[in-house]
């Protein structure tokens, strides 16, 4: 499973999933994998990850303060959001240096937990119908949120990456 040696290609049937067949995670071939890899390499250094814990362990305290406040109020705590914005707001810091401060959020409420279930779907039924991509891609934005509100988060975020400014 974890054997570095040989070439491997992915599968082309599930490069579109998320519809950038042309990511480092969709690439289809090994060569290009493997340059695009290791461009992102330096990112995911042991270095750069230890350099970072006083961010991960700062977002974790708050995650264990919000999780007080829910018992000492006796409130039920949604589970999946509490990770949800704990995961969103370190990955956000990580790659963007700019939290996007779910943790902040009342009630866990304001998470992008919907938008990426949404994404998923979407992504499986892509993987049976890859035309479903280009379509959304030319859909108004204005229309998507009209169709699916749940996408507001990253609603114009694939069209940026494809047009950066």
């Known amino acids: 499973m974890y054997e570095r040696s040989g070439r491997r290609d992915k599968y082309r049937y599930f490069s579109a999933r998320f519809g950038f067949a042309s990511d480092a995670f969709s690439t289809v071939e090994h060569e290009d ?5 290791k461009a992102l390499s330096p990112m995911f250094s042991a270095k750069r990850i230890t350099e970072f814990q ?13 999780l007080r406040e829910y018992q000492q109020d006796g409130r039920v705590l949604p589970m999946g959001r509490a990770w949800m914005a704990l995961t969103t707001d370190i990955i956000t810091e990580y790659a963007f240096a700019n939290s996007y401060n779910h943790l902040d959020s009342p009630n866990f409420k304001d998470t992008m937990h919907e938008a990426l279930v949404a994404i998923y779907s979407t992504g499986q039924f892509a993987l049976h119908f890859p035309i479903v991509f280009p379509i959304l891609d030319m859909l108004p934005d204005w229309f998507v949120l ?6 507001q988060p990253v609603v114009g975020m694939r069209k940026v990456c494809d047009h950066p400014l």
Do not use: G
């Open 54 to 66: 006083p961010v991960i362990r700062a977002k974790t305290d708050k995650l264990c303060e919000k």
């Open 146 to 151: 009209r169709v699916q509100p749940v996408l």
């Open 33 to 37: 994998h493997r340059m695009r890899r």
